[in-house]
């Protein structure tokens, strides 16, 4: 192992010049913090400046670091500690593993005091983060446990009619326990008061904000449009994919016999952090709630809880960053609902959607940002400070005005008379996403209108009975043709 490149990381490693075996706080506090958080090492024998000087006594000085580790550290962190190298120089090295049974507790001096890691720095636990480790060390997670309210107070028609919805399935009783709304003995959960339509979870709110320019105060007007929402977790989720779909635009761009969309945002990358935000946030913080602020340039999508293990994502690689849950059966319940992944990909996922977007480049990659305290996603708008973006506005307001004059209801209603007026604004919406997108898929059709996949597919084959639309080239890489 090479010493050098061990020290100067800041978040996985710490280094102390030499034992102070009078003072063991001042080390102890990155064991108790290492076994809280996500491991790491701590290496005897550097200065502050990274200077490697070595230690005098190494074998004595291991003794007694093992030594204090049992007497201070409350419980007993999983730990090894081994001798390096450099020249004629020794170094003692204690490699601290993520520990179980949290909280770790530094115990001295009449002081009992879980410590987390910030940075390079190993600091008190804050009332929050020691509840959850709390709960982590039990093996619970705050979703999981029995909330303080009553089930018959509370209604589920909004999860229920969403999961028809998108599942094509009824949601019966026995589901209640399934789901992990209620426990065992018919307690609501947590999880339940989160999902219920009128969710009594004061703090899970969401607040929208379209700012006017590129901060928060940016001219007479500071804000555009500015929302709040409360409710069931899934109630807010389509507002606030709905309040971004409304304050951006979707220019397009003709290409020969067909056009190319150019979204302000990626749909799938906006529905992936508004997700991401509400099921992993910390719901034991109870003066914060998630907040999506759009400014002209980007959108800051805040949730309170920082990353579940702890770990800053300075200089990680996101594609191989572990998924971990904060709440397990919240992020299940959305899974069932097919508006996230089992298996956990939403980083992926949001770098992907971008990469594939047509005006895509390196200075418009998302950005994630997080510490034990905050998550922000930064999502940036990839048609601002483009030359084409007036011209491509305009085309947008012309391609809306053909589309009201070609696909109104008054001449679908020759097409397809025996339609009534709901199912003819349906067909209508369809017309007009399929001429904005010949590409477009069934499914993103299904999820964009909201409705089952046999609904959608009913929808299809009576326009393509009536020679209203055709398909051209296979299901996959083929694109529709309005006749």
């Given amino acids: 192992m090479d010493i050098k490149q061990l020290i100067g990381e800041a978040t996985d490693y710490d280094k102390k010049l030499a034992l102070e075996e009078k003072k063991p706080k001042s080390w102890c506090k990155s064991i108790s913090a290492f076994a809280n958080c996500f491991g790491g090492k701590l290496i005897f024998g550097v200065s502050n400046d990274n200077e490697l000087v070595g230690l005098a006594d190494a074998e004595g000085d291991a003794e007694k670091i093992s030594e204090a580790i049992k007497t201070h550290l409350n419980p007993i962190p999983e730990f090894k500690l081994y001798f390096e190298k450099d020249g004629e120089k020794i170094f003692v090295i204690v490699e601290v593993m993520k520990g179980q049974q949290t909280p770790y507790y530094y115990e001295g001096d009449g002081q009992l005091i879980a410590f987390m890691r910030i940075g390079n720095e190993s600091v008190p636990a804050t009332p929050s983060q020691l509840r959850e480790l709390v709960l982590r060390g039990s093996g619970e997670s705050y979703d999981s446990?029995?909330?303080?309210?009553?089930?018959?107070?509370?209604?589920?028609?909004?999860?229920?009619?969403?999961?028809?919805?998108?599942?094509?399935?009824?949601?019966e009783d026995t589901d209640y326990e399934s789901f992990g709304l209620i426990d065992e003995k018919g307690n609501l959960t947590n999880a339940g008061a989160l999902l219920a339509d009128e969710s009594p979870v004061r703090h899970s709110r969401l607040f929208c904000t379209r700012w006017n320019g590129l901060t928060k105060a940016s001219g007479i007007v500071d804000a555009l449009d500015d929302k709040e929402y409360t409710g069931s977790l899934v109630t807010l989720l389509q507002a606030g994919t709905d309040f971004v779909r409304n304050n951006s635009k979707k220019a397009w761009r003709k290409v020969g016999d067909g056009r190319i969309e150019m979204p302000d945002y990626p749909d799938r990358a906006v529905l992936e952090g508004v997700v991401n935000a509400l099921i992993h946030r910390n719901y034991m913080e109870i003066g914060s709630e998630v907040h999506?602020?759009?400014?002209?340039?980007?959108?800051?999508?805040?949730?309170?809880?920082?990353?579940?293990?702890?770990?800053?994502l300075e200089g990680k690689n996101l594609l191989k960053i572990p998924s971990k849950r904060r709440n397990p059966i919240l992020a299940d319940i959305f899974s069932r609902l097919k508006y996230m992944e089992r298996r956990g990909s939403g980083f992926k996922k949001i770098l992907a959607d971008y990469?594939?977007?047509?005006?895509?480049?390196e200075t418009k990659m998302p950005v994630f940002d997080a510490d034990n305290d905050n998550f922000t996603l930064t999502l940036y708008n990839l048609n601002y400070g483009t030359n084409y973006a007036t011209q491509v506005n305009e085309n947008v307001i012309e391609n809306v005005i053909e589309n009201v004059i070609e696909f109104s209801e008054e001449k679908m209603k020759q097409l397809m008379p025996e339609y009534s007026k709901k199912k003819l604004t349906k067909a209508c919406e369809i017309l007009k996403m399929i001429s904005e997108n010949p590409n477009i898929s069934i499914d993103e059709l299904r999820i964009a209108l909201d409705v089952t996949d046999r609904t959608i597919a009913r929808y299809i084959s009576e326009l393509k009975d009536k020679g209203i639309i055709e398909r051209k080239g296979p299901d996959n890489g083929g694109k529709w043709k309005i006749k």
């Fill in 145 to 171: 446990l029995k909330s303080r309210y009553d089930f018959d107070n509370m209604s589920f028609t909004k999860l229920k009619s969403v999961y028809k919805q998108r599942t094509g399935n009824t949601f």
């Fill in 292 to 312: 999506i602020d759009m400014f002209d340039d980007r959108i800051e999508i805040y949730s309170p809880g920082g990353m579940v293990s702890g770990i800053s």
């Fill in 355 to 361: 990469e594939g977007q047509v005006e895509f480049d």
